[in-house]
């Protein structure tokens, strides 16, 4: 299976902030539609870091009462993986594996298509895996192979 059969599958909707927000909206938009990150995009929908609950803590760690009003670039973290919609599941799960992440952007011809987490990796290896056990008992038990 391919990342871009998941993406169809959940919708290729990410949250996305841009590069000179401030960590209080986007902190509050990664709040308000439940999820752990937010893709930093240009204008031009280039995927160019993320910023996470994790690096808004270390900037409220850092810098107090500033940090809500610091602009995201200055937090976001660009050193970041990515997987093309044509990748496999187990690329994409190994490449998240390697970098000990749970998030991984889609990306294709530099723009963001959508955003991956291992649950839904796992999710479509699990229903691969039960789909191919459905159809082995199937088989053996001659269900639709007379």
Do not use: W
């Not at 889609?106 to 191919?132: P, S, T, Y």
């Amino acid at each position: 299976m391919q990342v871009s059969e998941i993406l169809k599958a959940k919708g290729g909707k990410a949250v996305t902030v841009g590069p000179d927000g401030i960590i209080e909206t986007a902190s509050s938009r990664i709040a308000q539609m439940g999820k752990g990150l937010a893709c930093v995009c240009d204008e031009k929908a280039a995927l160019i870091g993320i910023v996470s609950v994790i690096d808004i803590n270390r900037a409220i760690a850092r810098h107090g009462d500033r940090a809500p009003g610091m602009a995201v670039r200055d937090v976001m973290t660009t050193d970041i993986a990515v997987c093309a919609p044509s990748d496999s599941v187990e690329q994409a799960l190994d490449t998240m594996m390697r970098r000990g992440i749970r998030h991984l952007p889609v990306v294709a011809e530099g723009r963001l298509q959508g955003i991956v987490n291992v649950q839904d990796l796992l999710q479509a290896r699990f229903d691969d895996a039960q789909l191919g056990l459905d159809e082995m008992r199937r088989y053996v038990f001659g269900v639709g192979y007379h």
